[in-house]
C-alpha cells in the first residue's frame, strides 16, 4: 500500500501561483510514475500533469502547457506542481496519484493509489 497525501492548496488571484507537493507513505514510491489529476464542481476529474519515477519523462495537459510543473527529487519524496499564471478556470480539487504502469499515465484508471485532494481556488 502507498498513501498520498497532498498539501499546498489555498486560495490565490489570477495570475498568481501556487505549489502543491504530493508526500509519499508506505511502499517506496521511487518506482511509481505519479500525477496530478483535478476535479471541478460538475465536472470530471481530469488529468493535469504526470512524471516518470525517474523524472526523465513529463506529460501535461494542453490547458496547462507552459504554465504548471511537475517535479520529483526521489531522495526527498515529495512530488511537486508548481503552478504559476493561474486562471479561475483552474479552481479544482486537486488529487495527486501514483502509477505502476508505464504509460497511458493521462488516464485515471492507469493509478493504482490516490490522495485525498486539496483544494485550489484562483479568484479573478
Known amino acids: 500500500q502507498v498513501q498520498l497525501v497532498e498539501s499546498g492548496g489555498g486560495l490565490v488571484q489570477a495570475g498568481g501561483s501556487l505549489r502543491l507537493s504530493c508526500a509519499a507513505s508506505g511502499r517506496t514510491r521511487s518506482t511509481y510514475a505519479m500525477g496530478w489529476f483535478r476535479q471541478a464542481p460538475g465536472k470530471e476529474r481530469e488529468f493535469v500533469a504526470a512524471i516518470s519515477w525517474s523524472g526523465g519523462t513529463t506529460v501535461y495537459a494542453d490547458s496547462v502547457k507552459g504554465r504548471f510543473t511537475i517535479s520529483r527529487d526521489n531522495a526527498k519524496n515529495p512530488v511537486y506542481l508548481q503552478m504559476n499564471s493561474l486562471k479561475p478556470e483552474d479552481t479544482a480539487v486537486y488529487y495527486c496519484?501514483?502509477?505502476?504502469?508505464?504509460?497511458?499515465?493521462?488516464?485515471?484508471?492507469?493509478?493504482?493509489?490516490w490522495g485525498q485532494g486539496t483544494q485550489v481556488t484562483v479568484s479573478s
Open positions: 496519484a501514483a502509477s505502476s504502469r508505464n504509460y497511458g499515465w493521462d488516464y485515471a484508471t492507469r493509478y493504482d493509489y
